[in-house]
Structures are given as C-alpha cells and as structure tokens.
C-alpha cells in the first residue's frame, strides 16, 4: 500500500527566510509522481510542484523547490524567501497515474513578520 | 486558461436527503477523481474515472455514488445524508498520461453543509 508522511504538523518561519516542510512515501512502484499542493484558510486547493518519478532535476517552480530524493524516498518542499502569504496548510500527495492520488496529513505553516 | 469546475460551490442539506456535486474537468482531461475533506482533516480519496468508467475506489460509502458522463464532467450523489457528510468536496482532473507530466488540478471545492 502506498503512503506518505508528513511529520512536521505546524511550523513556524520568519518573513524572508527559508523553510522546508519534510515529506517522506512509501510505494513499491516505479513510476509515481509527486505533489505538494498549498490550501489557504479559505479552502482551496493550489497546485504548487510536480515531481515525476524518472526525473532526474529537482523540480522547482519559483520560490519553491522539491527536493527529491528517490533512494530515501523523499520529497522534501524548500520555500525561499517566505511571504505572510504563505501561511497555509501544505499538503504533499503521491499518485499513481490513472488510480488513486494519497495525501499525507499536512503541515500548517506560519510566516511570522 | 480553464480550470476545474465544481458546483454547487456551498449546499446545505438536512439529515436524510440527497445531494448532487458536479465537476467539469480541464478541456481533453479523460481522468477525475473525487475527495472529501472533514473539518482539520486531510482529503480523503473517494472514487476516480478514466475515460468514463470507474478506475479506482478509495472510501467511498455505499450511500454514495458517482458517475463520469460522455462530456467527461462527473456528478457525485450522496443520498440518505448524515451530518458526517459536512464536509469540503474536492474535484480534480488530470491526464492519464504515463510520461508523467504532473498535470493534475482540483477545482475550488464543494462544501456541502448537513443540518
């Protein structure tokens, strides 16, 4: 069965600093991606970051970038440069093109001014 | 550009009867999936179509059924509602492309409130 975890529940960085929010997946498969969606308080679902499992670049897109690590099977979000904007829950999620799509639990993070 | 579409955006329903969710997936997306989030929880997979027929069941009840139509947008039924069932709904589409073009979006959520 496939999984992921998130261990960070709540975090808390500093405007302008850099934060990563830890992500870890468990899957027996070789051809997966991987997601890291923002939902702010008002509902949403944002699509921030995609990482395919044969790619061999971390993905980055902006201020955020993935940093995957297949053999620990890790896919780690690295925001730079953090903005109030960013508090929100983050979720990271794996998929199985075509079948399901698992979320892990969330990290609620908080840009402090 | 075009986004998922979801609608009703807010439904609110008393114990007992019945509800529809619509969503209208990205332009040539053949591949929707269906969740449901409970208050300060993480979203939970309930069923996924690709090309019109069922892909993958996740925790869908009984209660519940949905269906992807020939213009590939997809309803969600909920019948006998429970107050359990108040929850944010999400759809999302994508293309079942195996080169893994992480093309894959939710639209804005349904909240389906029962009194």
């Known amino acids: 069965a496939q999984k992921i975890t998130q261990t960070q529940p709540g975090m808390f960085v500093q405007e302008k600093e850099a934060v990563t929010l830890d992500c870890t997946y468990d899957?027996?498969?070789?051809?997966?991606?991987l997601f890291w969606y923002k939902q702010p308080s008002s509902g949403e679902m944002i699509f921030l970051i995609y990482?395919?499992?044969?790619?061999?670049q971390n993905a980055t897109e902006g201020r955020y970038s993935l940093n995957f690590q297949k053999a620990r099977k890790s896919a780690n979000l690295v925001i730079s440069a953090s903005q109030l904007g960013d508090s929100a829950m983050y979720f990271c999620?794996?998929?199985?093109?075509?079948?399901?799509?698992?979320f892990g639990t969330g990290t609620s993070l908080t840009v402090i001014p | 550009a075009a986004g998922v579409i979801q609608s009703p955006r807010h439904l609110i329903k008393e114990k007992r009867e019945t509800a529809t969710l619509k969503c209208y997936p990205i332009?040539?997306?053949?591949?929707v999936y269906w969740y449901q989030q409970g208050p300060g929880q993480d979203p939970q997979f309930l069923i996924s179509?690709?090309?019109?027929?069922?892909?993958d069941k996740g925790s869908i009840p009984d209660r519940f059924s949905a269906q992807q139509f020939s213009d590939y947008h997809s309803e969600l039924n909920m019948s006998s509602l429970e107050l359990g069932d108040s929850a944010l709904y999400f759809c999302?589409?994508?293309?079942?492309?195996?080169?893994?073009?992480?093309?894959?979006?939710f639209g804005e959520g349904s909240r389906l409130t029962v009194l």
């Open positions: 990482q395919g499992s044969y790619d061999e």
């Open positions: 332009p040539r997306h053949d591949t």
């Open positions: 999620a794996m998929i199985h093109w075509g079948n399901q799509f698992y």
């Open positions: 999302a589409s994508s293309v079942r492309d195996y080169t893994n073009t992480g093309e894959l979006f």
């Open positions: 179509f690709y090309e019109k027929m069922q892909s």
């Open positions: 899957t027996s498969d070789q051809s997966y991606g």
